[in-house]
């Protein structure tokens, strides 16, 4: 038994019964350990969600750095990340769930220590989309609101998204992209107003 399983059980475990209905004796049973057995690999439940979000926001700034540094033009790696992200949250979807529905679990200490992690994740998006407004290809006014809303759509979609469902997860980044890029708005060609 290694750490590494202890943190892959807690996940699932996570995932299933939320951080607080969870208990260490849960995780212990998960790997087949007594639970004091348990305490030498890890100090606390506060330790192992720490670590589950460190191990989540790494995994993803190490493959979005990836595609970041294409050289592409910003709306093109911005579909690009869109289709790594949720490819990311639905291949790892206990992981996912744990950052994106118990983060706000972490203790005051450990939060602190959360911080850095997605600061650097959110800035990713944040350059991305500010390259683009730069570059007259975005006509958003505000990089950080709209990485936001864009990582706000993109991460529901785990509460949603079902493998067996009528679209891929690169279909619904292929549509959330050209949501964000295109908009919502019908745009009529000058031809037409002849």
């Known amino acids: ?17 939320g951080f607080h209905a969870a208990s260490m004796q849960d995780i212990a049973e998960a790997v087949n350990l ?3 057995s348990l305490y030498h690999h890890v100090t606390s439940k506060q330790e192992i969600l720490l670590a589950l979000l460190d191990q989540a926001l790494d ?7 990836v595609v970041m540094e294409q050289d592409l033009p910003a709306d ?11 490819g ?6 206990d992981l996912a769930s744990v950052l994106l529905l118990e983060h706000r679990s972490l203790e005051p ?5 959360h911080i850095p992690r997605r600061d ?3 800035r990713l998006w944040r350059d991305l989309i500010q390259e683009g407004i730069d570059a007259g290809k975005f006509c958003a006014t505000d990089a950080t609101l709209t990485a936001r809303a864009l990582l706000g759509v993109l991460n529901w979609t785990i509460t949603w998204y079902k493998p067996s469902g009528p679209l891929t997860i690169d279909q619904i980044a292929d549509h959330i992209a050209d949501l964000f890029l295109n908009g919502l708005l019908c745009r009529q060609s000058p031809m037409a107003d002849g």
């Open 1 to 17: 038994m290694n750490r590494e399983n202890i943190l892959d059980a807690a996940a699932q475990i996570f995932r299933q019964k």
């Open 34 to 36: 007594q639970k004091a």
């Open 59 to 65: 995994l993803l700034i190490d493959r979005l750095s």
């Open 76 to 86: 093109e790696r911005l579909r690009q990340a869109a289709k790594c992200y949720l």
């Open 88 to 93: 990311i949250l639905t291949e790892k979807v």
């Open 109 to 113: 200490k450990y939060h602190s220590r």
């Open 120 to 122: 650097r994740f959110e």
